[in-house]
């Protein structure tokens, strides 16, 4: 792979960003409202956002990590807030339904309020995304991300984070690295069937991270 460069979220990267979420989330779908659902989902993440941060090759985004650290400011809220609902208007004029992925949308940030209150984990320290290509998995741009978001957490005084995940992602990951798994809920038997088999909150310790 030719040479990676880890730079700051521009908004020329949302379009690389959203085809990446939109092929981890919405594979139901194809073309336009695949990329735009995709980007509804990021725009929903990034308004949470104090850091933020891509892997890019040939100029083009391959993977993307997001933190929070205490509360994000007002110009960025709004700012992605715009975004999300400019995404939106184009999924509904696509034939897509904005309303239903909306409706999903809140179901998952209720359950996950639920899961962080049952957690006990400190809610002011925030991995709020993490995603990378396919193509570019096994390659250690992951290992790297994560490495930049830690240290950033750690200078902000964090001594521990959480990230909220769930199996319709890679899971698995944060049990690999170490994560305490702090919380879980199962929603296998849900009749509405929104929500994903299973929630669960997990906990990475940052202490000894270099600042």
């Known amino acids: 792979m030719e040479h990676v460069e880890y730079r ?12 990446i979420l939109g092929d981890t989330w919405h594979s ?9 659902s995709g980007i509804i989902d990021f725009a929903n ?12 090759v040939d100029d083009s985004p391959i993977g993307v990590i997001m933190a929070r650290a205490g509360a994000p400011s007002e110009q960025t809220q709004a700012h992605w807030k715009a975004i999300e609902q400019d995404a939106r208007k184009e999924l509904d004029e696509l034939g897509g339904s904005s309303a239903d992925l909306a409706r999903f ?20 320290f925030e991995l709020v995304l993490f995603a990378v290509s396919d193509k570019a998995r096994g390659l250690g741009i992951g290992s790297t991300l994560m490495k930049h978001v830690q240290r950033y957490l750690a200078a902000e005084g ?14 698995e990951y944060y049990e690999h690295r170490g994560m305490r798994r702090a919380a879980e809920q199962s929603f296998a038997d849900d009749e509405t069937r929104i929500l994903p088999e299973r929630m669960f909150v997990y906990e990475m310790d940052l202490e000894g991270i270099g600042r």
């Open 105 to 124: 949308l809140e179901a998952m940030e209720q359950a996950d309020r639920d899961l962080l209150e049952q957690s006990g984990c400190n809610p002011d």
């Open 8 to 19: 700051p979220l521009l908004d020329e990267d949302i379009e690389a960003l959203g085809a």
């Open 158 to 171: 964090a001594l521990k984070a959480f990230v909220f995940t769930d199996t319709d992602c890679t899971w």
């Open 45 to 56: 993440f990034a308004k949470r956002n104090t850091f933020a941060e891509v892997a890019v």
């Open 28 to 36: 139901y779908t194809d073309g336009r409202k695949r990329v735009t």
